[in-house]
């Protein structure tokens, strides 16, 4: 399984963004999605996941009542969109796939390449 993460860029403080993560080549049924973020300097933080039904997520406090999680599995897309954004959360986002629910990176197997976001104050 590939995942491919985009729709990073540059926004300034109080906007939005959306990420998508796309994935290829091999069977994504029945897998957790969760999306970590890495500032510089900083360890790789878990901000939110989904269930392969999209019936169960969880999100980092630091996140929760500003960023969405949710999936298409008719296009194999998982989205993170993110609301009212503050220079905090400026980071490289990465999509991830487990096979089992986690909020913690050691638990995925997959994992795309991270996708800038940068907000500016």
């Known amino acids: 399984v590939q995942l491919q993460a985009s729709g990073g860029g540059l926004v300034q403080a109080g906007g939005s963004v959306s990420l998508s993560c796309a994935a290829s080549g091999g069977s994504f049924s029945g897998y957790v999605t969760g999306w970590f973020r890495q500032a510089p300097g900083k360890e790789r933080e878990f901000v939110a996941a989904i269930s392969w039904s999209g019936g169960s997520t969880y999100y980092a406090d630091s996140v929760k009542g500003r960023f969405t999680i949710f999936r298409d599995n008719t296009k194999n897309t998982v989205y993170l969109q993110m609301y009212s954004l503050i220079p905090e959360d400026t980071a490289a986002y990465y999509c991830?796939?487990?096979?089992?629910?986690?909020?913690?990176?050691?638990?995925?197997?997959?994992w795309g390449q991270g996708t800038q976001v940068t907000v500016s104050s």
């Open positions: 991830a796939a487990s096979r089992l629910m986690s909020t913690t990176k050691l638990g995925y197997e997959y």
